[in-house]
Nanobody, 120 residues
């Protein structure tokens, strides 16, 4: 079984920074893409950023220039450096691992979520 464990959320003032981490564990052979999604109260879950095993990245327009996603393939770990945080970034942030190969299977996995609150 594959598990994703997130860490690094919390309360920060507007303009501040946070770094989220997500570690995937289990009998993993490879992971194609790892990324972050977020869901604010009353809203749908949305893509924040994703990075492929080859290093290609995609960002939501709302976070471009402020957030940076990175990945350590050897450690099956993905990071999200969030700078210049705004109150509208407040949400539960979920880690996602896509096309995770375990044996001959390919599956998609989600973490349990970590709360990020931006408030003065």
């Amino acid at each position: 079984q594959v598990q994703l464990v997130e860490s690094g959320g919390g309360l920060v003032q507007p303009g501040g920074s946070l770094r989220l981490s997500c570690v995937a564990s289990g009998s993993i052979v490879s992971i194609y893409a790892m990324g972050w999604y977020r869901q604010a109260p009353g809203k749908q879950r949305e893509l924040v950023a994703v990075v492929t095993s080859g290093g290609s990245t995609t960002y939501a327009d709302s976070v471009k220039g402020r957030f940076t996603i990175s990945r350590d393939n050897a450690k099956n770990t993905v990071y999200l450096q969030m700078n210049s945080l705004k109150p509208e970034d407040t949400a539960v942030y979920y880690c996602n691992a896509d096309r995770v190969r375990v044996g001959i299977r390919l599956d998609n996995y989600w973490g349990q979520g970590t709360q990020v609150t931006v408030s003065s």
